[in-house]
C-alpha cells in the first residue's frame, strides 16, 4: 500500500536554530500537506502543496513539493519555544480518493 | 467556539464493552472523517462520510462502526471494545468548494480512549 516516509523521527534543537524534515514516497501524489499537532490537540494545517516543485512560505516556515512528486520538505527558521510538537507530512490516498494517508510524524522539541 | 468538537475527552472503559465516540461541526462542512493515532504510528483513517448517505471504510475499518446522524454529526462506535483499541481518536471535517477538494482537513481536539 502506499507509504509516506518521514524523517527524521524526532529532533531535539536550542532555540534559534534552523531545522529540516523530509516525507518521501514510492508512490506519486499530486498534492502534500503539512500539518502540526500540539501537544493534546488535534493537527492544524500549515502548509499545502499542489504544484510539483512549488515553493511555499508560511512565516518561519517554508515546504517544497519534489519534482518528482514522490517527496516533501519542511524547514523552520529561527525556531522558538512554540515551535515544539508533531508535524506530519500527509496525501490524499488515490485509493480512497479523497482522504489522506499520513506520515508517522516528526517530534520537535525545542530547548531555550 | 471550536468548529469541531468531540465528545467524551477521555474515555476508560472495559474490554467487551460498547463505545460511542460523538463528533459534532459548526463548519458547514460535507465531508467527514475518523482516524486513530497511536505514539509512533501516525493517523490511520478508520471510516469516513461524504455526507449523510455516503460512509465509506478507511484503511483499518475492522472493529468499528460509523453513522451519520446529519451533516453536522458523525459518530464512531466500538461494538466490542478490545485493550488493542487503545488510542487517540481524532474527527475531521472538510469541504469540496473552493476546488481543493478534501485535501485541507480540519481536525477536532481528540478523545483518549483507554480500554482495559
Known amino acids: 500500500g502506499q507509504q509516506l516516509n518521514q524523517s527524521p523521527q524526532s529532533m531535539f534543537i536550542q532555540e534559534g536554530e534552523d531545522v529540516s524534515m523530509n516525507c518521501t514516497s514510492s508512490?506519486?501524489?499530486?498534492?502534500w500537506l503539512w500539518y502540526k499537532q500540539d501537544p493534546g490537540e488535534g493537527p492544524v494545517l500549515l502548509i499545502a502543496?499542489?504544484?510539483?516543485?512549488e515553493l511555499t512560505s508560511n512565516g518561519r516556515l517554508t515546504a517544497q513539493f519534489g519534482i518528482t512528486r514522490k517527496d516533501s520538505f519542511l524547514n523552520i527558521s529561527a525556531s522558538i519555544p512554540s515551535d515544539v510538537g508533531i508535524y506530519f507530512c500527509?496525501?490524499?490516498?488515490?485509493?480512497?480518493?479523497?482522504?489522506?494517508?499520513f506520515g508517522k510524524g516528526t517530534t520537535l522539541s525545542v530547548s531555550s | 467556539d471550536a468548529d469541531v468538537t468531540q465528545t467524551p475527552r477521555n474515555r476508560i472503559t472495559k474490554t467487551g464493552k460498547r463505545i460511542m465516540l460523538e463528533c459534532s461541526q459548526t463548519k458547514g462542512h460535507d465531508r467527514m472523517y475518523w482516524y486513530r493515532q497511536d505514539p509512533g504510528l501516525g493517523l490511520r483513517l478508520i471510516y469516513y462520510s461524504f455526507d449523510v448517505k455516503d460512509i465509506n471504510k478507511g484503511e483499518i475499518s475492522d472493529g468499528y462502526s460509523v453513522s451519520r446522524q446529519a451533516q453536522a454529526k458523525f459518530s464512531l462506535s466500538l461494538e466490542s471494545a478490545i485493550p488493542n483499541q487503545t488510542a487517540l481518536y481524532f474527527c475531521?471535517?472538510?469541504?469540496?468548494?473552493?476546488?481543493?477538494?478534501?485535501?485541507?482537513?480540519?481536525f477536532g481536539p481528540g478523545t483518549r480512549l483507554t480500554v482495559l
Open positions: 508512490s506519486i501524489f499530486n498534492t
Open positions: 500527509a496525501c490524499p490516498t488515490n485509493q480512497a480518493g479523497t482522504a489522506l494517508i
Open positions: 502543496l499542489y504544484k510539483a516543485g
Open positions: 475531521a471535517t472538510s469541504d469540496v468548494r473552493g476546488g481543493r477538494g478534501d485535501n485541507e482537513q480540519f
